[in-house]
């Protein structure tokens, strides 16, 4: 019996044949009724070159870097299928609440490349449950790049959440979400860490037309942590504003951007969100804080022909100021820019080259650099 059925799957994904008298469109999609399921993905190999400084990670991540950079550690090589994705879509028809959307995507990139969930969630009518990117991320904000983490001053994760969009016309849309909260903190003596009581609130308002688009975006979060001798749990406050957006300048160029600036968003900035930055330590004692951070962006985009493009991107990221409170060893700031060459000349395949630098400066103003050559093949169905 399984046997059979896992032969009917097989037969559906990847097979021309009708069914009830209606052709499957392509080998994974099918559709009966008011179903249609697409089965898709890609595979993907990235291969890096480390010179003059390395990261110990497949994703260039500045706030991994040695600082010093070490001697021992100056070049690095890695062949990474992990990035390697499946997913599956289903969208299904209904009076009531119109197209619901099941959607499920995987990849590799779990302990020694076991598979691992990205997304899962359902939507209809707006609303959205499940896991998924968080409402504060704007990859349209972003120029492409081969590397996936992308710049160090981007937002860029997902989370469990339930959230809700509205489409106020064709061109402006707004967002809420509740979401999943995750605190990583630097703590004292006499202090720790604790469960969260309420979820992170993220809300933007976004205007989207032929040449580019513009979000505003802004989040709230109430963070506990936990005192010791006195037995409270106490809450700080953390806030953030981000605006981004993208402008096609000319037939082949475009531009991005992204800026965002807080309290307490370590965990909204790619940079920051390896750091337990979260909270840190007041001067006071048993008192935790959160500080004043930021992460900027500006990217662009120049189309060469049909088959090629090239993208270059700058950006930083840190915290706004110095105080007593941090070790001299403590991250302060990172830089990052990359460039890259694009060529889409064979039909769902893409071959990317891409240079990238990026420095790691502490409180101390002692600095870390590393670069990174990256050539990447990806094979899409």
Do not use: C
């Not at 403590?330 to 000349?345: I, K, M, N, P, V």
Request: glycine share 8%; aromatic share 12%.
């Amino acid at each position: 019996m399984k046997k059979r059925i896992l032969i009917s799957i097989i037969s559906i994904l990847f097979l021309n044949v009708h069914i009830m008298g209606q052709e499957i469109q392509s080998p994974f999609l099918y559709e009966k009724g008011n179903t249609s399921i697409t089965f898709g993905g890609f595979v993907k190999l990235n291969t890096s070159v480390d010179f003059n400084g390395s990261i110990p990670s497949n994703d260039f991540r500045n706030s991994l870097m040695s600082v010093p950079s070490r001697w021992n550690n100056k070049s690095r090589f890695v062949l990474d299928p992990s990035h390697t994705r499946i997913r599956l879509k289903v969208i299904q028809k209904t009076e009531a609440l119109g197209d619901i959307e099941f959607y499920v995507e995987t990849d590799f990139r779990g302990t020694s490349n076991a598979l691992r969930l990205r997304q899962a969630y359902v939507s209809f009518k707006g609303f959205i449950m499940g896991q998924t990117w968080g409402f504060m991320n704007d990859p349209l904000a972003l120029a492409p790049s081969v590397d996936i983490q992308g710049v160090n001053s981007r937002t860029f994760f997902r989370t469990p959440l339930i959230g809700y969009r509205l489409n106020l016309d064709n061109n402006f849309s707004l967002g809420i979400s509740l979401e999943l909260p995750s605190v990583k903190m630097s703590t004292q003596p006499g202090v720790i860490s604790t469960n969260q009581t309420l979820p992170d609130i993220p809300l933007y308002i976004q205007y989207k037309g032929e040449g580019g688009h513009i979000k505003l975006a802004g989040v709230v979060r109430s963070m506990s942590y936990a005192v010791v001798d006195s037995e409270s749990i106490e809450k700080e406050l953390g806030l953030g504003a981000q605006i981004s957006g993208s402008l096609r300048a000319a037939k082949n160029i475009s531009f991005y951007s992204q800026a965002i600036y807080g309290k307490g968003v370590a965990r909204y900035i790619n940079d920051l969100s390896l750091l337990n930055l979260d909270l840190v330590p007041a001067n006071s004692n048993s008192a935790q804080q959160s500080v004043q951070m930021y992460g900027i962006s500006v990217g662009a985009k120049a189309t060469l022909n049909e088959n090629l493009f090239l993208s270059t991107s700058v950006s930083t990221a840190g915290l706004a100021n110095k105080d007593d409170y941090y070790a001299y060893n403590e991250y302060f700031t990172g830089d990052y820019y990359s460039a890259s060459l694009f060529w889409t000349g064979v039909k769902n395949m893409t071959i990317a080259g891409t240079y990238i630098h990026g420095s790691r400066k502490n409180m101390n103003s002692t600095k870390g650099d590393a670069n990174r050559i990256q050539l990447m093949v990806m094979y899409k169905w």
